[in-house]
């Protein structure tokens, strides 16, 4: 596996990213024809098709926005408590989550410094992630 960097350190997951998105759109392109196509008596059954498709559309951006804010809170707490343990005392109340997920990446030498600039100066994520020179590898978030 290649050495963990800003340009590559984001995953998409081609089952959930792309199959599953692809087929909850062509589920309800087709459900919304066979609307259009219906007669009064399945007019019924076709809506309940395309009621399904919006459901599964709204499933699959909720399931993955919630995993992602349950993830983010940990990195939060995690980022929070290594600061702790490498400078002790307290970070920045100014961080905000994004901020904490760009940080993630900094490695112990360059994490302490690189908070407080981040918050002085408010960098954004992709800030914080490019101004690392030592990349600390995070194979867990998807």
């Known amino acids: 596996m290649k050495q963990q960097n800003f340009k590559n350190h984001s995953k998409w997951v081609i089952g959930y990213h792309g199959v599953t998105l692809i087929a909850i759109f062509a589920f309800l392109v087709g459900s919304i024809r066979n609307f259009l196509k219906s007669s009064e008596d ?16 709204f499933m699959f951006y909720f399931i ?28 920045s109340k100014k961080l905000t989550t994004r ?20 918050a002085i100066e408010n960098l954004s994520e992709n800030d914080i992630k490019m101004a690392i020179t030592n990349w600390k590898v995070d194979d867990y978030r998807l």
């Open 99 to 118: 901020q904490f997920i760009g940080l993630r990446f900094a490695s112990d030498e360059e994490f302490p410094t690189l908070a407080e600039k981040a």
């Open 42 to 57: 399945n007019l019924y059954s076709a809506s309940l098709l395309v009621l399904l498709g919006f459901i599964l559309l």
């Open 64 to 91: 993955r926005s919630f995993a992602l804010r349950a993830q983010d809170r940990a990195i939060r707490a995690e980022e929070k408590l290594r600061y702790f343990i490498l400078t002790g005392k307290s970070i």
